[in-house]
């Protein structure tokens, strides 16, 4: 059975390796295979621009474009999506690429989050496998996108609280103390920065819920998850009342906040902390496969959710994922895929990896830039 959200043609001029490139997909899972270096990897990022953002590299887009290119770049795809037929094509105007324009079924999207509409899209690359040792900053992201794949409002409120809280700190740093500015920039991030909080803390509910659920069939390590840092305690206290509290936190801390040149508390210092629930053991700590076992389960998890809340599967980018687990977890994973129903894109330099898939895969090969079929 074809997923019943997938891809039927991808396009590409003009990223990074790719003055030109074309797929024609029949809505089966893609498996991209080939030599390391020779651009599958560049095919699945190109997918991952379905989302709002850089793309599952987070590069600045005047990176992506192929070099030597004398204009930006851009990515045309057809998917059978969550409305319907529809045509999607992104890019940048200008070989710097200093962002990013959608146009859905050839009309300018007001902004990127148009495409949640249309395609959610998830993914795992080995770049993310030191996740849980990595910055707090990286598990912050990571938890937002998971956020913003059952939630798309998440997105602009976190980049309105960003916005508000520039202006707050760079008036701090210039010692303007003007109490009305302030205030006012105080009530803005107090009511984004909760919003953002609850909606984090609810997610992080549902994925604990439902791994709860799978947890005695899964053949990966349950991990356990829980918001650290802003009123990560409060779970009880009422949206109004944690408002409050954050607006008179932040006018009581102007002037540490100003010696800092910073804001030093809010939801910007929030992280998500991941243990490993048999082991109870904290992921940061646990054996690098473990780590893998862990994450891969959380992103699967979280692909489970977001079908779940939003009715539809997501599109599946997995990059060399399928080398670093033993045969009974890759036949595990493509089990995962199949449940969850969305069409999955999976890279390696090993086709016989992917055997398994049988005839739900249709399989591509990679070289300097030239794909054919496999």
Same mark, same amino acid.
């Given at each position: ?15 990074r390796?790719?003055?030109? !490139?074309? /797929? ?15 651009g599958?990897t560049?095919?699945? @990022?190109?997918? &991952? ?21 004398? +204009?930006?770049?851009?990515?045309? %795809?057809?998917? *059978?999506?969550? *409305? ?23 009309t300018? !999207?007001?902004?990127?989050?148009e ?9 795992? %690359? ?6 849980? %040792?990595?910055?707090?900053? #990286? ?13 798309p ?10 916005? !508000? ?7 701090? &740093?210039?010692?303007?103390?003007? =109490? ?9 991030? +107090?009511?984004?920065g ?19 659920? &799978? *947890?005695? &069939?899964? =053949?990966?390590?349950?991990p @356990?998850?829980? /918001?650290?840092?802003?009123?990560? #305690?409060?779970?009880?206290?009422? +949206? ?10 932040? *006018? ?5 906040d ?25 992921? +940061? ?15 699967? !998890?979280?692909?489970?959710?977001t ?12 990059d ?26 999976? %890279? ?27």
């Amino acid at each position: 059975m074809l997923p019943s959200i997938f891809l039927t043609a991808l396009k590409l001029t003009d990223f990074r390796n790719y003055p030109q !490139a074309s /797929l024609v997909l029949d809505g089966r899972h893609v498996v991209l295979t080939g030599n390391n270096g020779s651009g599958k990897t560049n095919l699945i @990022e190109a997918v &991952s621009f379905l989302s709002p953002g850089r793309g599952m590299r987070r590069a600045a887009y005047g990176q992506v474009v192929r070099k030597g290119a004398p +204009a930006g770049f851009a990515v045309f %795809t057809e998917l *059978e999506g969550m *409305e319907g037929s529809v045509a999607i094509g992104t890019g940048t105007d200008g070989a710097e690429g200093t962002g990013r324009k959608v146009r859905i079924n050839g009309t300018q !999207a007001a902004s990127g989050d148009e495409l949640l509409d249309h395609v959610r899209v998830i993914w795992l %690359t080995p770049s993310m496998d030191g996740l849980f %040792t990595g910055s707090a900053g #990286d598990r912050r992201r990571f938890l937002d996108r998971m956020v913003l794949s059952i939630d798309p409002a998440h997105g602009r409120r976190v980049a309105d609280f960003e916005r !508000a809280m520039r202006s707050r700190n760079r008036l701090l &740093s210039e010692r303007r103390m003007e =109490p009305a500015w302030l205030s006012g920039l105080e009530e803005q991030m +107090a009511g984004l920065g909760v919003a953002m909080a609850l909606a984090r803390r609810e997610l992080l509910s549902l994925l604990t819920g439902l791994i709860a659920e &799978s *947890e005695a &069939s899964s =053949p990966f390590p349950a991990p @356990e998850i829980a /918001l650290a840092g802003f009123f990560a #305690d409060a779970a009880d206290a009422p +949206a109004i009342d944690l408002e409050d509290r954050y607006r008179a936190m932040l *006018e009581e801390e102007r002037f540490r906040d100003a010696a800092a040149g910073r804001t030093l508390d809010g939801p910007h210092r929030s992280e998500m902390a991941v243990r490993h629930a048999q082991k109870d053991m904290d992921a +940061a700590l646990c054996s690098t496969g473990e780590q893998k076992a862990l994450l891969l389960g959380l992103v699967l !998890a979280h692909a489970r959710l977001t079908r779940r809340v939003s009715g539809h599967p997501p599109v599946m980018l997995f990059d060399e994922v399928a080398a670093h687990l033993d045969e009974g977890r890759r036949a595990a994973l493509f089990d995962r895929i199949a449940e969850i129903g969305g069409q999955a894109f999976m %890279t390696g330099t090993d086709r016989s990896l992917f055997e398994a898939l049988g005839a739900d895969g249709q399989f591509f090969n990679v070289s300097d830039g030239r794909i054919q079929a496999d």
